[in-house]
């Protein structure tokens, strides 16, 4: 791994450790399980819904999406 591939991750996981980072993907949860289909009122609306709900996604997944490529590079340079 190159020293600003270590650099890229290192920061990354830093920001995961803060409070303002957990606080931010807490609140993310919240907002996305307050989406009801009751509260849909035509295809527009469902469409929007549909688009925030995959965005938000994303945003919860990223942490995880990070360690995934962290640890893939690692298997890639202890393979090498």
Known sequence: ???????????YFDLFLSTGWKQFIEEMKEVSE???IEGLKDTEHLYRTQGE????????????????????????????
Do not use: C, H, R
């Open 34 to 36: 307050s989406y009801t």
């Open 53 to 80: 709900l995959t965005m938000l996604g994303k945003i919860l997944a990223f942490e995880q999406g990070i360690k995934n490529a962290y640890d893939y590079v690692l298997e890639q340079t202890d393979a090498s």
């Open 1 to 11: 791994m190159t020293p600003s591939e270590e650099k890229y991750y290192e920061q």
